[in-house]
Every structure is written in structure tokens, then in C-alpha cells.
């Protein structure tokens, strides 16, 4: 249990503080944590809402490449000298789809994840990507609040 943790960051301080968690968790299980960020790139649904020209749609998602790698440079702050050994993944595709697909691919044993994100609507306890985590993931999930 917790040798080996999967935290997906989005660049939000939710997602900070539960990498942070992650850690003190994992100091304690001398744990292995993969960090992993997952873009949404434009896809044929965003096409037929609007008549985008490809140059306009390859930018984007070169931009959207960008954010995710700076995501991941930011996480690297975070992380410090944390003691045992971190990788650090960009992923394309649907970030709860792909979260729970990387954490069965690595044979992680748990995910540790932020309660909200960058939308963070205050009303609602949960956003859509923890709760489908939540819901979906085969192996334990800490939702850090
Ligand atoms: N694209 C992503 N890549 C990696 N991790 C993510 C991504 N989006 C969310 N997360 C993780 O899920 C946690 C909860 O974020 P979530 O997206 O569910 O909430 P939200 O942004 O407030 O709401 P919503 O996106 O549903 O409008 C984040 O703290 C982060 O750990
Ligand atoms: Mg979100």
C-alpha cells in the first residue's frame, strides 16, 4: 500500500497542497510518486461548433502543450528534494479517463488528488475530475481537501 502514488495536478493550490500530502504520506511508505498533468486538446466536437482553420487548431493545442509542461515544471518546485523517486508525465485525452488508465499502466496503489481544481465553484464539495476518480479508479483514492 503506497508504494507507489499517482498525483494528477492541474496547476491548481488544491492540487499543490495534495501533492505535498503525497509526499508526507509517502516519506512514511518510502513511496515511488508519479506525477501526471492531462491536457484536453481541440478536438472534431470543438470543430463543428466553430469553423476554426487548422493552423488556429494546431496553435492551440501547442499552447495547451505548453501550459501542461509548465504545470509540470511548477510541480517540480513543489516536490523539492523529496527523497524517493518522482516521474513527471504529460498525458492527452479525458483527464479522468486517462488518470485512472496511467494509474492501472504503472501498477500504482493509490491516487492522491486535490477535492477541486482550477474551476473551484465553492458550492460543490467535489469537482467532476475527483469524482469520477473517486467513483471510477480500482485502487484507494485520497481526496485532499
Ligand atoms: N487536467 C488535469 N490533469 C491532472 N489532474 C487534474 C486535472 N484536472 C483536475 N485534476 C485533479 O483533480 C483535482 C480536482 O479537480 P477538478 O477538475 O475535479 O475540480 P474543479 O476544476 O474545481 O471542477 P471542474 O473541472 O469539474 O469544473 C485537482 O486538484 C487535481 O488534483
Ligand atoms: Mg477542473
Redesign the pocket.
Known sequence: MFKKIV????G?E??WR?LRQAMEVGMKFDSEIIV?????PYNNAALLAVPLDNNVISQSNADLEHIGQEVLRAAKDVVGDYKHNVTYTL?VGH?SER?IAAAKETGADAIV?????????AEFF??????K?AQYSNVPVLICK
Open positions: 498525483v494528477p495536478v492541474d491548481s488544491s492540487a495534495a501526471i498533468t492531462v491536457i484536453q498525458e483527464p488518470i488528488l486535490g477535492s477541486r481544481g482550477l474551476s473551484g465553484i467535489l469537482g467532476s475530475v475527483s469524482s476518480i
